[in-house]
């Protein structure tokens, strides 16, 4: 099964992440699904039954408080020459913490160590070249605020590709307490 550790989006702060798509809209731009919106904290691709008990157990290791944070910046992979995704962003040690901690514990039963981990919630795919209107889009809403929220949990997710796009599904949560 194709897996992921992410923190999900509040409902409330879904629709103002839309608004930001509906103003990068252009062709050659595919949106993230409003119910697809989150921060990844780790990538586990293709794992097996046994991993995934072997994941849950390391997850209810992690004992870190909940704690706010401030989606307020748009950014892009790998750079504005060259884009592939679009990403709204917040500058949280925190939640930087948070997913070094998962990916501690992750190494632990030999999942390959993050080099740089970089919060994001990908709210756009690339297909096309950029053009220097979305360039010029992506500039103006750099400092976009977004809203705060709480983080208070993360989930593993499962990950069936189709052909319409991802449809992820939880398979557990975990609080942070």
């Not at 990844?40 to 870190?64: A, H, P, Y």
């Not at 990916?103 to 297909?127: G, P, S």
Request: one cysteine or more; glycine letters at 4%.
């Amino acid at each position: 099964m194709r897996c992921f550790i992410a923190v999900d989006i509040p409902d409330q702060l879904k629709q103002k992440i839309i608004e930001v798509q509906k103003k990068l809209e252009c062709e050659g731009i595919k949106p993230t699904e409003k119910e697809n919106l989150h921060f990844t904290l780790k990538f586990l691709g293709e794992i097996s039954n046994e991993q995934i008990e072997q994941v849950k157990e390391k997850l209810r290791q992690i004992k870190l408080k909940p704690f706010r944070i401030s989606i307020n910046e748009v950014g892009v992979f790998p750079n504005l020459n060259y884009i592939k995704i679009m990403w709204l962003g917040c500058d949280s040690e925190e939640l930087i913490g948070l997913a070094k901690s998962v990916d501690k514990k992750m190494n632990e039963i030999r999942f390959e160590k993050n080099e740089k981990y970089q919060n994001h919630i990908t709210i756009a795919r690339v297909k096309a070249k950029p053009t220097k209107e979305l360039i010029k889009k992506i500039q103006e809403l750099k400092d976009t605020e977004i809203g705060e929220m709480l983080v208070d949990s993360i989930k593993l997710k499962a990950s069936k590709l189709t052909p319409k796009g991802p449809i992820y599904t939880d398979l557990e949560i975990f609080k942070l307490e």
